[in-house]
């Protein structure tokens, strides 16, 4: 008997606030989901910056290539050597020597390149 009074309680007071999120003038119950229910994380990527440099060394097997790159203003880096995670496909056709144009977002201590072609 308790526990049928309990579940009928619960279902008024559920039904309840269920109209009352109606009846909120100006308010849909999405609006109300984005406010806190259930608000998803946006997450921000990084931008994408420009460099050219010179291919030094092509992991396959890790997906990374090393390149020899100037300046990169848009990230405050200085000229370094440094290795960039890339996909199978971006890596196809490059090689140690070449000199490439590349695009590349920078997330903590990992870079990854966004486009990549030899220049020639």
């Not at 100006?26 to 420009?50: I, S």
């Not at 100037?70 to 971006?90: D, I, K, R, S």
């Amino acid at each position: 008997m308790k526990l049928t009074l309990i579940a009928l309680a619960s279902t008024v007071a559920v039904l309840s606030l269920s109209a009352q999120a109606e009846d909120m003038p100006g308010m849909k119950m999405d609006d109300m989901t984005m406010q806190g229910m259930q608000m998803k994380q946006e997450t921000k990527q990084a931008p994408v910056a420009k460099a050219e440099g010179t291919i030094k060394a092509i992991n396959s097997e890790k997906h990374t290539v090393t390149i020899a790159h100037g300046a990169v203003p848009a990230v405050q880096w200085p000229a370094m050597t440094m290795g960039f995670n890339a996909t199978p496909e971006q890596l196809a056709g490059l090689k140690i020597g070449d000199h490439v144009a590349f695009e590349f977002r920078a997330e903590g201590m990992a870079a990854t390149i966004v486009s990549i072609k030899a220049l020639k």
